[in-house]
């Protein structure tokens, strides 16, 4: 059961974040486009709107995947605190790095605080599974 866990984790993540992403934009919660990729660097830019939204998918799938097994490394802290602290620094990335702001008032106008909240609520399933399995694990 443990080897499957952390697969079966960073999939369900990978679903609720293109899901959660696909209706920010949809409802204009975010001002990006999740799959503005495509045409930044040329990828899939005249392709289906599918190939682009499994790519997205995919990468989900293997940063979920990564982060699983590198919170799973902090099953001693505590997950509420971590998992906060963690969730705001990578949305706070996320954000920097697609709208590319020039200065810092921008950025703090710029924030989508349905997309911080999603990212903090993916952060926080991940951490809390990676800890508790390992946990169990570690009392076997």
């Known amino acids: 059961m443990f080897k499957q866990l952390p697969f079966w984790t960073a999939g369900a993540v990978a679903l609720m974040l293109a899901a959660g992403l696909k209706f920010l934009h949809y409802f204009k919660f975010i001002k ?12 899939f830019a005249d392709g289906p709107w599918v190939a682009k939204w499994l790519i997205l998918f995919v990468a ?8 699983y097994y590198l919170f799973a490394l902090s099953w001693k802290w505590k997950v509420s605190i971590t998992a906060a602290v963690a969730g705001l620094v990578i949305a706070g990335l996320i954000e920097w790095l697609i709208v590319r702001p020039g200065g810092y008032e921008e950025f703090r106008k710029g924030l989508s605080v349905p ?3 999603m990212i903090l609520v993916a952060t ?17």
């Open 32 to 43: 990006w486009n999740p799959t503005g990729w495509a045409e930044r660097y040329g990828i």
């Open 60 to 67: 989900l799938y293997v940063i979920a995947l990564v982060s």
């Open 115 to 117: 997309f911080m909240a």
């Open 124 to 140: 926080r399933f991940v951490m809390e599974t990676a800890v508790f399995h390992k946990k169990q694990q570690a009392d076997t």
